[in-house]
Each structure stands twice: as C-alpha cells, then as structure tokens.
C-alpha cells in the first residue's frame, strides 16, 4: 500500500485537531490529562503551568508537521531535502 503525499498531510492535519481536541474532550468528560490541566491553569491563573502547556502543545505540533515534510521526501522522489 502506496501512501500518497495528500494523505499524509490530512493525517497530519488530524492528528494537530485531535490534540487541540483533547483540551475539550478532557473538560467535558473530567478525565485527568494535560488538556485538563491546561483548563485548571487557565481558571487558577497559574501562568507557569499555562506556560509550560501551551510549549508542549506547540512543540507537539511543530514535530509532527516536521514528520510529514519529512515524509514528503521519503514517498515523492521529486521533493529533496536541503
């Protein structure tokens, strides 16, 4: 099974909307987790743990789109690295 570039991307996509979605998910349902406690920090104030959280997120994020441009060179020979 041939993964095509497109199909890469959107899974890429989904995967940054499934972690902002967890935020939610967390909330509404009480499951302890970072989402959770990025709602906690937020309702507390407590700037250092917001801080920290939304870091991670970020750099989450940033890792998996550096994945899939990675992947672009691997599955389409007509993309190179530089």
């Known amino acids: 099974m ?3 570039a497109p199909v890469v991307t959107v899974i890429g996509l989904q995967y940054t909307t499934l972690l902002g979605g967890t ?3 967390e909330t ?3 499951v302890p987790g ?3 406690a990025l ?3 937020i309702r507390f104030k407590d700037f250092p743990v917001v801080q920290t ?3 991670v997120f970020a750099t989450i994020i940033v890792l998996s789109n550096l994945i899939v ?3 672009y060179a691997v599955l389409d020979p007509r993309v190179r690295l530089h």
Request: hydrophobic share 75%; proline share 0%; charged share 10%.
């Open 28 to 30: 509404i349902f009480a």
């Open 53 to 55: 959280l939304i870091m």
């Open 69 to 71: 441009d990675l992947l």
């Open 2 to 4: 041939v993964m095509r």
């Open 34 to 36: 970072m989402g959770s």
């Open 23 to 25: 935020v939610i998910m």
């Open 39 to 41: 709602v906690a920090g």
